[in-house]
């Protein structure tokens, strides 16, 4: 098993690092193997050492499938006009999304990777705060392959290519038959699970401590049978929202912004406070790796930089026995 930290490739980071030179002793004294890199957004080159880079998260709009769609009448709503959405998005079309996830591929290839990260899941700002879903799951999980086909079909591409679990519409993990569906409709053969563990908590308001999420993981695991075979990668973290979810979501904000750019920020802001992106402390958080055994393990916590990742990093490794 490959142990790995997320972290976005960009200056400002790569400084935190002493320009990535401190990154490879770091990451030695966290007991990991590389990192999951993601696009900062920064087309100059980073200088990040490319051995490192073990995994890559694909860049990713959380409302998207309108757009790809061409749904003219869904963008005026949620943007105010067509240009809007258009300068949000980059382009006119669902082509323009395409464009980006090939860019990002090539870099991901560029680097090394092992495997990328894709996200299938698609939630307005809206639905973020109601929780009523203006797509349902067969919808996205479609959608998503049918991207997926198109940027991978004909391609030797040189890495795995695994697929994440949300909260939102697309796909969950907690369906088997969705889970499915999604695999199925992907013609790329080397592609597999990417299991986020705090996203497969989110889907269960109910839970209130790390022992009930772990029970909860076990028990969605068990209902997907031999389709658990397909998780090929983790997302290790905890999330335990439910009381954030049931005061604040089912309803919009009486002072949410007008201006969607606006409104983004401001929902960027509580989507952070349902996915918690916590470490564990419960050593029986252990049992989920074990009993998965992921080809990759990546420790996705939130920090605001160099020192809280390597405190959380090394609080998740020790709780694990790791360290």
Same mark, same amino acid.
């Given at each position: 098993?490959?142990?790995?930290?997320?972290?976005?490739?960009?200056?400002?980071?790569?400084?935190?690092?002493?320009?990535?030179?401190?990154?490879?002793?770091?990451?030695?004294?966290?007991?990991?193997?590389?990192? $999951?890199?993601?696009?900062?957004?920064?087309?100059?080159?980073?200088?990040?050492?490319?051995?490192?880079?073990?995994?890559?998260?694909?860049?990713?709009?959380?409302?998207?499938?309108?757009?790809?769609?061409?749904?003219?009448?869904?963008?005026?709503?949620?943007?105010?006009?067509?240009?809007?959405?258009?300068?949000?998005?980059?382009?006119?079309?669902?082509?323009?999304?395409?464009?980006?996830?090939?860019?990002?591929?090539?870099?991901?290839?560029?680097?090394?990777?092992?495997?990328?990260?894709?996200?299938?899941?698609?939630?307005?700002?809206?639905?973020?705060?109601?929780?009523?879903? &203006?797509?349902?799951?067969?919808?996205?999980?479609? /959608?998503?392959?049918?991207?997926?086909?198109?940027?991978?079909?004909?391609?030797?591409?040189?890495?795995?290519?695994?697929?994440?679990?949300?909260?939102?519409?697309?796909?969950?993990?907690?369906?088997?038959?969705?889970?499915?569906?999604?695999?199925?409709?992907?013609?790329?053969?080397?592609?597999?699970?990417?299991?986020?563990?705090?996203?497969?908590?989110?889907?269960?308001?109910?839970?209130?401590?790390?022992?009930?999420?772990?029970?909860?993981?076990?028990?969605?695991?068990?209902?997907?049978?031999?389709?658990?075979? $397909?998780?090929?990668?983790?997302?290790?973290?905890?999330?335990?929202?439910?009381?954030?979810?049931?005061?604040?979501?089912?309803?919009?904000?009486?002072?949410?912004?007008?201006?969607?750019?606006?409104?983004?920020?401001?929902?960027?802001?509580?989507?952070?406070?349902?996915?918690?992106?916590?470490?564990?402390?419960?050593?029986? /958080?252990?049992?989920?790796?074990?009993?998965?055994?992921?080809?990759?393990?990546?420790?996705?916590?939130?920090?605001?930089?160099?020192?809280?990742?390597?405190?959380?990093?090394?609080?998740?490794?020790?709780?694990?026995?790791? &360290?």
């Amino acid at each position: 098993m490959v142990q790995v930290v997320n972290l976005p490739l960009t200056r400002s980071v790569g400084r935190e690092y002493g320009d990535w030179r401190d990154l490879p002793g770091e990451l030695r004294s966290m007991a990991l193997q590389g990192v $999951e890199a993601i696009w900062g957004g920064e087309e100059t080159e980073t200088g990040f050492p490319e051995e490192l880079a073990v995994g890559y998260h694909l860049t990713f709009f959380p409302d998207w499938l309108d757009f790809y769609r061409g749904d003219a009448a869904a963008l005026k709503r949620k943007f105010g006009s067509l240009e809007a959405a258009r300068a949000f998005y980059g382009g006119r079309d669902g082509e323009a999304l395409l464009e980006l996830y090939r860019a990002d591929l090539r870099r991901a290839a560029a680097l090394g990777a092992a495997y990328v990260v894709f996200h299938v899941s698609d939630v307005s700002i809206e639905e973020g705060y109601t929780y009523r879903w &203006l797509h349902s799951c067969e919808a996205v999980i479609d /959608a998503s392959a049918e991207i997926i086909n198109c940027l991978l079909d004909g391609r030797e591409w040189p890495f795995l290519f695994l697929v994440e679990n949300q909260w939102w519409p697309g796909f969950t993990f907690t369906d088997p038959a969705l889970t499915e569906r999604l695999l199925d409709g992907i013609h790329y053969p080397r592609r597999g699970i990417l299991l986020d563990t705090g996203h497969l908590m989110n889907t269960n308001p109910a839970l209130r401590t790390e022992e009930e999420g772990i029970a909860y993981l076990h028990q969605m695991l068990d209902r997907h049978g031999s389709l658990a075979g $397909e998780i090929l990668g983790m997302h290790f973290h905890q999330s335990l929202s439910g009381p954030y979810v049931q005061r604040h979501c089912g309803r919009l904000p009486p002072d949410l912004p007008e201006d969607y750019l606006e409104r983004y920020a401001v929902n960027y802001r509580h989507i952070l406070r349902i996915d918690q992106h916590l470490p564990w402390t419960a050593p029986a /958080a252990r049992s989920l790796i074990q009993r998965v055994a992921p080809r990759y393990l990546t420790h996705e916590l939130s920090a605001a930089g160099r020192r809280e990742r390597l405190d959380r990093v090394r609080w998740q490794q020790r709780t694990l026995g790791f &360290l």
